[in-house]
């Protein structure tokens, strides 16, 4: 069974840059994407970036990179999220999904961390 575990969440002030972490045990059973998630309070779980595990695919919201990078260290098993110049609205939990294509669409990832808390002060 695939296993992720996000971490690196916290309080920060805007302004700040952030490197979430999801570290994934278990295996992938030929899951080649990792993608990341914001859920907002409120709000539904909306796609961030996803990258492959065996190319140099990524793939950003709205195709724009942005404040967003997203890398992964296929030795350690563990993929990131870096988020620069955060504001209040990146406010949320982050999740990371195994998925069987780097895509946007949230049907495409079946396996789930459990998610990491980011607060984003003003």
């Known amino acids: 069974q695939v296993h992720l575990v996000e971490s690196g969440g916290g309080l920060v002030q805007a302004g700040d840059s952030l490197r979430l972490s999801c570290a994934v045990s278990?295996?992938?059973?030929?899951?080649?994407?990792l993608g990341w998630f914001r859920q907002a309070p409120g709000k539904e779980r909306e796609f961030l970036a996803s990258?492959?595990?065996?190319?140099?695919?990524?793939y950003y919201k709205n195709s724009k990179k942005g404040r967003l990078t997203i890398s992964r260290d296929n030795a350690k098993n563990t993929a990131y999220l870096q988020i620069d110049s955060l504001t209040p609205e990146d406010t949320g939990v982050y999740y990371c999904?195994?998925?069987?294509?780097?895509?946007?669409?949230?049907?495409?990832?079946?396996?789930w961390g459990q998610g990491t808390q980011v607060t984003v002060s003003s």
């Open positions: 278990g295996g992938t059973f030929g899951r080649d994407a």
């Open positions: 999904g195994a998925g069987w294509t780097v895509s946007g669409n949230l049907g495409e990832y079946d396996y």
């Open positions: 990258i492959s595990w065996n190319d140099d695919t990524t």
